[in-house]
């Protein structure tokens, strides 16, 4: 964590603790930043990520946010220490089926965490889902205390419209870096008419990925789950940086 230099005094010093607490503030907020120190001597700066970036070092800094990796930068001899501050990615699952079961093993090896939501208790059984972070109600209910936000993946597998739609209309609406919801090319053409209606706009419903996941010829729940992780892996990785990201 960036911390104030000791030695310093006065103005530099509320500065540094000025810094801070706007990063801290960017933390709570689940938004990414980037502490920017300029190692000649210069103020540290934060740019959290919507802020203008302009220039080879705002392309630098785009490109951390995206990687997550802090390091040492030098352009035309003048160097920065860029140290990266990402919010902890996760995924939520709505529908306790076989991808679910898959994709739960297979996620944490990936570095996110996983949260399983599903009205039907047949299904949402910590038998079938030892370990796993689930909760057996409705997404509506759930989501009210774990929002969504745009450091999510919001996966629908339900194929229940009465179960999927809530919660793919708050991802839309909240920027969840990625959206992807089970279903055929018809399927998907019903839910988009759904969404229309409940205010989602053709751009938004654009993102969504359906058929859900990379198109590498899964057919069983254990390749769905692989397609699906590598898509919401490209999405976070080469998501758009700059104003108004």
Partial sequence: MWRPYP???????????????????????????????????????????GDP???????????????GKSGLLTIEERSWFLNVHLPPARIVVIGAVHISQALAAMAPAAGFD??????RTAFATPER?????LTADWPEDVLKDGPLDAFTALVAVTHDPKIDDYPLVSALKTGCFYIGALGSRKTHAKRVDRLKEAGCTEAQIARISAPIGLDIGASTPGEIAVAILADIIQ????????AGA
């Fill in 7 to 49: 030695g310093l005094r006065g103005k530099a010093r509320l500065m540094d603790i000025a810094l801070l607490q706007a990063l801290n503030e960017a933390r709570r907020a689940r938004r990414a930043a980037v502490v920017v120190t300029d190692l000649s001597g210069g103020p540290s700066r934060l740019v959290v990520e």
């Fill in 129 to 133: 889902f030892a370990g796993v972070k």
């Fill in 53 to 67: 970036l302009d220039g080879p070092l705002g392309d630098e800094i785009g490109q951390r946010l995206r990687s």
């Fill in 114 to 119: 996983l949260e399983i939501i599903d009205p």
């Fill in 235 to 242: 999405a976070l990785r080469k998501r758009v940086i700059g």
